[in-house]
């Protein structure tokens, strides 16, 4: 079980995502959504059994309940502000494997976006 704390970051995530999609439906004229696809870098600050927790919670009665949910986790790259090597990183912080400097831009990994929605 995760901490009611970081579940609270999740849940406004989540809660932002509701938004997202309910303005979607009134856009198109439909009434519900049939299915959602999210992209979440593995750097976004996710926890993703804290988001499936806090999804069940925050989607109850708004526009995405019963909506199919797949998630697409992007994987991090970062680039390093010395010598230019890109890489793949698993955690922030982590030092470049070509020149040893900690300068390291992340490039990909921190993403958090509705990528489609499907509505009826
Ligand atoms: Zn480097």
Known sequence: MAQPLKIMHELSIVLSIVDIAAEQV????????????????????????????????GVQ?????GA???????????????CGHEFGIEQLYEPCPSCGQ?????????????????VS
């Open 61 to 65: 009665r708004s526009v995405l309940e």
């Open 102 to 118: 900690f300068l390291v831009e992340v490039v990909r990994g921190k993403e958090l976006r509705v990528k489609s929605l499907e």
């Open 26 to 57: 009134h856009k198109a004229g439909a009434r519900q959504v049939d299915r959602i696809d999210l992209e979440i870098g593995l750097l976004a600050g996710i926890e993703f059994d804290a988001l499936d927790f806090a999804w069940d919670v």
């Open 68 to 82: 199919e949910r797949h998630i697409h986790k992007i994987p991090a790259r970062g680039r390093c502000m010395d």
